[in-house]
Antibody, heavy 118, light 112 residues
Framework: QVTLRESGPALVKPTQTLTLTCTFS??????????LSWIRQSPGKAPEWLAL???????NYRTSLKTRLTISKDTSKNQVVLTMTNVDPVDTGTYYC??????????WGQGTTVTVSS | DIVMTQTPLSSPVTLGQPASISCRSS???????????LSWLQQRPGQPPRLLIY???NRFSGVPDRFSGSGAGTDFTLKISRVEAEDVGVYYC?????????FGQGTKLEIK
């Protein structure tokens, strides 16, 4: 059974760095074709794709956030970490990790809610 | 960056009647490998999005056959042949042909 679980702080202060971890099971990110993304969603808004790491450790980022985001994987721990620097209240929302790319995002975590506030 | 535009933004539908959602991309979604990576997701209230359709018209495992996808190039459609109460939610198209990946703004399906 494939599962994804997001974890991280519920509250961060403006200008701080946010670190989120996606812990997964049931598949290996070393398998050819495997990809994992971070996606966020503000209340009442559409999801926004943020970043993706693939089985070859290639990384891609949302254009507007490229300078603030870093995605990394630890294959031995079955984890993918997203860091976002210099957070702002507009970064408040639910952050999801999701598996897949060409055959769609087929498995999603339940999400972790992050509030940016002083 | 590719922009995905959905219409309508809201769709009131009578139970048992069909529903249709359109999605248009600002550029062709045909990949250099010849395939088109357009998917549809459903999000019920309080839940993460759920994959319904991938590569335009392929139903994901467990998705009822009343859901179907069609289209090509820049214009795509999701159809529900007979809407059921459990279909209430927001539907998103998503392109995974080119980075950065992008979602449509969503279509809220509600029962009349």
């Amino acid at each position: 059974q494939v599962t994804l679980r997001e974890s991280g702080p519920a509250l961060v202060k403006p200008t701080q760095t946010l670190t989120l971890t996606c812990t997964f099971s049931g598949f290996s990110l070393s398998t050819t074709g495997m990809c994992l993304s971070w996606i966020r969603q503000s209340p009442g808004k559409a999801p926004e794709w943020l970043a993706l790491v693939d089985w070859e450790d290639d990384k891609n980022y949302r254009t507007s956030l490229k300078t603030r985001l870093t995605i990394s994987k630890d294959t031995s721990k079955n984890q993918v970490v997203l860091t976002m620097t210099n957070v702002d209240p507009v970064d408040t929302g639910t952050y999801y990790c999701a598996r897949g790319l060409w055959a769609g995002m087929d498995v999603w975590g339940q999400g972790t809610t992050v509030t940016v506030s002083s | 960056d590719i922009v995905m535009t959905q219409t309508p933004l809201s769709s009131p539908v009578t139970l048992g009647q069909p529903a249709s959602i359109s999605c248009r991309s600002s550029e062709s979604l045909v990949h250099s490998d010849g395939k088109t990576y357009l998917s549809w997701l459903q999000q019920r209230p309080g839940q993460p999005p759920r994959l319904l359709i991938y590569k335009i018209s392929n139903r994901f495992s467990g998705v009822p056959d009343r859901f179907s996808g069609s289209g090509a190039g820049t214009d795509f459609t999701l159809k529900i042949s007979r809407v059921e109460a459990e279909d209430v939610g927001v539907y998103y198209c998503m392109q995974t042909t080119q980075f950065p990946l992008a979602f449509g703004q969503g279509t809220k399906l509600e029962i009349k």
